[in-house]
Every structure is written in structure tokens, then in C-alpha cells.
């Protein structure tokens, strides 16, 4: 969760903490925002996927082919419960099968549903009817930094630095803007004076999450 501050003498505005995305379409995962404590220069470590998946997924079809006696009242609480089917088309569906679970649905919604049922008594089939594209696909990425300088801006543009991350944690990167070494920190504990003039000035603005 980032902590925002401010200084109250110089006005230098930054934020630590960490944070994820919500779409993962460029491969990253979510940033960790920190201080150099020398300089006040604001960094944004991007956190790279480690595995995007596959190009694609399969869409399947699951149908019940038979159930055994015992397995009929389960499997029509379960129609009445996931499936918002009514009581008497349940009924009508556990005692004449084979009937359609889903007619394209994923492999892991496919495998919950298999192993439900089938601990009830049912026999299901599972077929594959198509596929969809993964968005998520494409090469593995490398953690990043991105970096601004220290200042009154709330919202800094972020400029990507050269270096690329092959460790995420903060003590072994430099700044990208005093190249001091071991002063980052995303730990609000951490910050005892503001970063850019060393004043002990700081003040706690919020706090956020995604």
C-alpha cells in the first residue's frame, strides 16, 4: 500500500509502497515506488510477470452423460445453485440425461466442475470446442526502473532509466539520480527527514491501494 508525503518546507512530494495492475497485457505486474533518502529522487521498480501463459486457451463444452442413483438430488442442488436453473427443470434434466453443463466454458472452471460432480456419482464428458487468444501473451519482461526528479510535482513523469532490474531488492539498485548506492526505500518507516532538503519536515498525506 503506498504512503504519499509531502515536505512541509520545500514542498517535495513522493510516495513508497507497492502496488499491483489490474490488466497485464505489457507483462508487468505492479510497481514498488520508493525514495532515494540522498537525493529525493522518486523511483518505480515495474515488476515483471513471470510467466505470461499460453498463446491460447481452450474453450470446452461439459456435459453430464449419466448419473447413478445416489447422484441425482446433489446434481440438482448444484443446477439450482450455479447454473440458476428452476427446481423442475433440474428434476427434469438429473432424471433424463445427457445434459449440457456449459457450452464453452475454461479449463479451470471444467476441472472444479468435473471433480464436484463426479464425487456425486455423475459421469461427465468434457470436449473441446474452440479456443480464445490469451492477452496476456508475449515475452517474459525484465524488472525496470523509472525515476523522477525530486520536486513539488504530484503526479512526476516518470522516465525509464537505462539500467535494468535483475534483482528486486531495493539495496542492491543505484539511484538513478545521485548513483548513491543502498539509499532507496519503500518503507515509510524509513523516512525520518524530507529526502531533498533534509529537513525533518515530513508530512503523511494518504494512503492508497489498488
Not at 34 to 40: D, E, H, I, T
Not at 115 to 124: I, N, Q, S
Not at 132 to 148: H, K, L, S
Request: proline fraction near 8%.
Amino acid at each position: 500500500m503506498p504512503v504519499d508525503f509531502q515536505c512541509a518546507s520545500c514542498h517535495c512530494r513522493f510516495s513508497v509502497g507497492g502496488y499491483h495492475y489490474h490488466r497485464f497485457q505489457d507483462g508487468y505486474a505492479g510497481q514498488t515506488l520508493a525514495v532515494c533518502r540522498s537525493c529525493g529522487t522518486r523511483h518505480a521498480i515495474e515488476r515483471a510477470l513471470a510467466d505470461r501463459g499460453p498463446p491460447t486457451y481452450p474453450l470446452l463444452r461439459v456435459l453430464v452423460s449419466a448419473l447413478q442413483p445416489e447422484a441425482r438430488s446433489p446434481t440438482a442442488r448444484w443446477l439450482r445453485r450455479d447454473r440458476n436453473v428452476s427446481y423442475s427443470e433440474a428434476l427434469e434434466l438429473v432424471r433424463h440425461p445427457p445434459f449440457v453443463l456449459f457450452e464453452n466454458t475454461y479449463e479451470h472452471k471444467a476441472e472444479s466442475v468435473r471433480k464436484e460432480l463426479e464425487a456425486f456419482g455423475a459421469t461427465l464428458v468434457v470436449e473441446k470446442v474452440g479456443e480464445e487468444p490469451n492477452p496476456m501473451f508475449g515475452p517474459v519482461q525484465t524488472d525496470r526502473v523509472r525515476f523522477a526528479p525530486s520536486g513539488p510535482e504530484s503526479r512526476p513523469t516518470w522516465l525509464l532509466a537505462s539500467v535494468k532490474v535483475t534483482r528486486r531488492e531495493l539495496e542492491h539498485l543505484d539511484c538513478a539520480g545521485c548513483h548513491a548506492h543502498g539509499t532507496l526505500t519503500a518503507d515509510p518507516e524509513d523516512l525520518t527527514a524530507c529526502p531533498a532538503c533534509k529537513e525533518s519536515a515530513l508530512v503523511e498525506t494518504g494512503a492508497w491501494v489498488t
